[in-house]
């Protein structure tokens, strides 16, 4: 249409025919449609395209003036003016010369060229400055993108969605039918693409509050530049489109049709693409942070746990000299698990008149350079450092200093000393530190009072002060360390709260972290509250721009530009069948003929699955959805003793007659077959009894399926498997594990005997030592067989509820510590000590002796698993209505592929198969086993190399007694 501007020399208006155009005699009724026509052919097709060029330079250029004015620059960062002008000064040039060109290009071949160079350069700028690929020009490029371009990005796109008009409707002039309205349908969706970018921009969330105006102002005048393009086209009554519509009807409907509806739930997807995005990203941040912050809180937990095996050392002995707490800081290996710590210390109170004794005693120990300080002013009570490790360079500097001297220190030491608990000082700069390098510092303390002596109330925790356990942190050291290399493109900042402004991030607080730069990204940005010791930390973290992928930028785009491309192609595709009756009759033949040849597959098919479910050695069943059996296979009817006429057509409740496992009607609604077609979801191995056509009962391992198909259901299948044999085979095996134990206990027993005989001096004499050790070996030996059979009895009297269970009135720690003082013979020999923390806890009724078994089991399971010099710890709380009771070790851990086995029957761990520990791998099977015989559950968590906590629950209000008829037989070591 446009290519034909002066064509053969005649003007593209010479050629219009209104149907308002005058005739002969009528001139005078006709006179306002025949001025519109002269007004219209003063204007040309290309004259046309270039005004508007000119007219969107010209509200460009008042949009980008008023809006650079109203203070846009003065919140830009200086470093991006340069590039917002540039590309500003660009998109100008871009406009003036395309109006330009289609003001005085002669050809409508060159005007083609012209208009797709033209195009280009659009694009290429809108990648470079403000796309999504503005990573390409660099960080502040993606800056500017983000939030200073709003208006130069509407510019640019209305002027390619112009230019595009033009290049497509030059097209359109030339070639075959489908390639003129494939281009027009282009130009159209051209039109679209840039009314679209103009409304989201205007109205969407890049815009602010201050430029109200300017929406108002730029939406109108787009709407009316495009709408008036489309008018003037239209108008010249050369579209292609326009011809086919009037010669086609409902087929060009039903095209325009569904190209609107599809254009409008792309529109609507891409919104949602673009939320989803921006939900996606922040919640990834949200969970990132929440990593980042649990590293932190755990580490400081670890290291006051730390603190507080150090106050237990205290506690136990009443005589801990500098090699007794040497060696319990060795034993924690701060390099490896205590990163950033510099040392565990003992500060000691010590009245004004032992400071000489002190300092006299220290000195012998091969610390000639000791002394206390500050001693000035003269005090009462002095709170020196008498033990610091490792005694490096740094920690020298710090051994003696009188931390009760200097103020927020003494803060940290006071609150712990009046509450018992541990206590974190301000940030402060250590003694430690040097001239290079220095960092803020914090210091957590952990009391110790004396032993026997009341420590009740405050008044008398302060009598019964001796001194302090504590460690001095560097902070970025011991942060950095506990973060390692998590997410190093979030910064983070720690400061200490200010309790007259819980609120605020106070500089002087500031504990770790530097201040975000320019190019932080705010959006993504959150303070978090962490209560460590008895002080709360405010941890701020903030995105670098590197945490924002380019994916998460360009996916809503992708989004839109796939939905215009599948819009058009399903319009066109619509198209095309709506107006081809022939083709859809011969498609309908077709068809009708393919369904033909589907009924006669259909046909072969169900033959074959006739075939295929008779040869299914399982019984099979399918069942409509009210239930009805519809089909089966040959051994459903062997299964049941019953013919075909018998079972099908009727209800599956009718001719499966089910029981429970003791002989019982099985509920209806709770039947397999009910809850697969009522829930529809599948259910898996179920145990039900069913009763055959003769009476008799069988056990069967049941799976139900439900038929849906277009989210409709159809029914539901059933694979029925007789395990009759297995239950025989089970309850056989039962019965001999029990006889073979109880058998074996006789000769266990004269064994034993024999054994005791043979290493009684008084009746064989004395043995060689070469005998000795073999009657030893032999006698070890016996022992470990005598626990398997124990536990072997045990194990089968409780898979046969045969166990008694007789709760009484029990002290759980009580039970726990003399559980503990038993097991202490063992793990004193390598040096392994156990620690209890427990809260006050009520009397609870339970069986002592089955509590007994279960704890002695995982304690000796942490001894053997644990290498010599390792900590057991025992903990004891109340969580809601249930006792949470944990034993943890340092030790080998459990391999993470074989966790489902860790309570199995004889399982042992393959990692400790090399290692020279005992055990018949029936202990925690046991432990399982006892625990939920006693209503309770046991879990575990474990690191492979790290150590292992087991954890069972008991209720509160008790444990249900059970009569069984026999006792539990105690076997002390059965892991």
């Known amino acids: 249409m446009f290519g034909r501007f002066r064509l053969r020399g005649k003007s593209v208006m010479r050629q219009l025919n209104f149907a308002g155009t005058t005739t002969p005699g009528t001139a005078e009724p006709h006179r306002p449609r025949a001025r519109l026509r002269q007004i219209v052919r003063r204007f040309s097709a290309r004259m046309t395209v270039g005004l508007l060029l000119i007219a969107v330079l010209a509200i460009s250029a008042i949009s980008m003036a008023y ?46 060229l012209i208009a797709g160079a033209l195009i280009v350069l659009s694009l290429a700028c809108t990648m470079v400055w403000l796309g999504p690929f503005g990573a390409l020009a660099g960080q502040q490029a993606v800056q500017l993108s983000r939030g200073a371009a709003p208006v130069i990005s509407q510019v640019a796109a209305f002027t390619a969605t112009l230019l595009c008009w033009a290049l497509l409707l030059g097209m359109a002039q030339h070639g075959r039918t489908v390639v003129r309205v494939a281009a027009e349908l282009m130009a159209l969706a051209a039109a679209v693409v840039g009314v679209s970018t103009i409304v989201i921009y205007a109205y969407g969330e890049d815009l602010s509050a201050p430029f109200e105006i300017l929406r108002r102002v730029r939406l109108p005048a787009a709407l009316s530049i495009t709408l008036l393009a489309v008018a003037i086209v239209t108008a010249e009554n050369q579209w292609t ?103 565990y210390g003992y500060s000691e109170v010590l009245p004004r008149d032992q400071l000489a004794a002190t300092e006299k005693a220290i000195r012998a120990e091969g610390l000639p350079e000791f002394s206390i300080f500050p001693v000035e002013p003269i005090r009462d009570v002095y709170t020196a450092i008498v033990f610091l490790e490792p005694l490096d360079d740094r920690n020298r500097r710090a051994i003696g200093f009188d931390m009760f001297s200097e103020p ?78 998590q997410r190093a493109d979030i910064r983070l900042e720690v400061f200490e709260q200010d309790p007259g402004d819980p609120e605020a991030l106070v500089a002087t607080k500031r504990l770790y972290g530097e201040p975000p730069s320019e190019d932080a990204d705010f959006r993504l940005n959150t303070v978090r509250t962490m209560h460590v010791a008895d002080r709360t930390w405010l941890l701020r973290f903030t995105a670098s721009p590197a945490y924002v992928s380019f994916q998460d930028t360009t996916r809503p785009l992708t989004v839109l530009s796939s939905g215009l491309l599948v819009s058009v192609a399903m319009a066109l595709a619509t198209y095309f069948l709506a107006s081809s009756r022939q083709r859809a009759l011969s498609i309908a033949g077709a068809l009708t003929e393919d369904l033909a040849n589907e009924r006669d597959m259909a046909r072969l098919g169900q033959q074959k699955d006739e075939m295929l479910l008779n040869g299914i050695i399982e019984a099979m069943i399918v069942f409509n959805r009210d239930g009805v059996i519809e089909r089966i296979n040959a051994a459903t009817a062997a299964m049941l003793g019953a013919s075909e006429e ?26 397999p077959i009910a809850l697969a077609l009522r829930n529809r979801k599948r259910i898996a191995n179920a145990v039900i009894h069913y009763q055959r056509s003769d009476g008799s009962t069988f056990p069967a391992l049941l799976s139900v399926a439900p038929l849906i198909h277009n989210n409709e259901l159809f029914g539901a299948i059933g694979i029925f498997r007789d395990i009759s044999e297995e239950h025989r085979l089970d309850k056989a095996k039962d019965e001999f594990l029990s006889v073979a134990s109880h058998q074996l206990r006789t000769p266990i027993t004269a064994q034993s005997w024999l054994l005791d005989i043979l290493t009684d001096p008084d009746t064989v004499g004395e043995l060689t030592p070469q005998q000795l050790d073999v009657a030893t070996k032999l006698i070890q030996s016996n022992e470990r067989l005598a626990a398997l059979v124990t536990a072997l009895l045990n194990v089968s009297r409780i898979e046969s509820g045969r166990l008694t269970v007789a709760p009484v009135p029990t002290d759980l720690v009580e039970l726990t510590r003399s559980i503990l003082d038993e097991a202490a013979v063992e ?59 944990r034993v943890t070790d340092h030790g080998y851990g459990i391999p993470w592929s074989q966790r489902d086995q860790v309570f199995s029957k004889f399982y042992r761990g393959s990692n400790i198969l090399d290692k020279q520990t005992d055990g018949n791998g029936l202990g925690l099977h046991l432990a399982k086993s006892i625990v939920e015989l006693c209503g309770g559950t046991i879990s575990f968590e474990s690191v492979e190399n790290r150590g292992t906590t087991f954890q069972f629950t008991l209720p509160v209000r008790g444990t249900p007694a059970h009569d069984g008829g026999v006792a539990l037989r105690e076997a002390p070591t059965l892991s």
């Open 67 to 112: 809006w650079l004015t109203i203070g846009t620059l003065q919140s830009l960062p200086q470093a991006l003016v340069p590039e917002y002008l540039g590309a500003a000064v660009s998109y100008g040039v871009i406009s003036l010369a395309a109006g330009a060109l289609y003001l005085f290009t002669p050809t409508a071949r060159s005007r083609i």
């Open 241 to 343: 489109i326009h011809r086919l519509v009037r010669r086609l009807g409902w087929g060009a409907g039903a095209f325009f049709g569904v190209l609107l509806v599809l254009l409008a739930l792309t529109g609507v997807t891409w919104r949602i693409a673009e939320s989803g995005a921006k939900s996606q990203l922040s919640e990834r941040f949200q969970s990132d942070t929440e990593a980042m912050e649990r590293l932190v809180e755990s580490n400081l937990m670890t290291d006051i746990k730390a603190l507080k095996g150090g106050a237990s050392l205290f506690a136990a002995s009443s005589d801990v000299d500098r090699a007794n707490w040497k060696a319990y800081v060795d034993g924690l290996d701060l390099a490896r698990d205590y990163p950033g710590v510099l040392g």
């Open 408 to 485: 927020v220190r003494r803060d940290a030491m006071t609150r712990a000393r009046d509450s018992g608990e541990p206590a974190m000082s301000s940030p402060v700069l250590l003694l430690q530190e040097n001239e290079a390098k220095k960092q803020k510092g914090f210091l957590v303390y952990e009391p110790v009072y004396r032993k026997g002596r009341p420590t009740t109330t405050t008044a008398e925790r302060i009598a019964a002060l001796q001194g302090y356990v504590y460690s001095p942190f560097r902070a970025n050291d011991f942060i950095d360390a506990a973060l390692g290399n």
């Open 646 to 671: 018998q079972l099908l057509d009727k209800h599956y409740q009718d001719v499966l007659i089910a029981f429970d496992k003791d002989g019982n009607p099985y509920p209806p609604e709770q039947r």
């Open 827 to 885: 793990l004193k020999p390598r040096g392994q000590r156990t620690t209890v923390e427990a809260a006050e806890l009520p009397t609870i009724d339970l069986d002592p002796v089955l509590v007994r078994q279960v704890i002695l089991n995982l304690v000796t399971n942490a001894s053997k698993y644990s290498p010599d010099h390792a900590s057991i710890d025992v903990s004891i709380e109340v969580r809601g209505d249930d006792i949470v009771y």
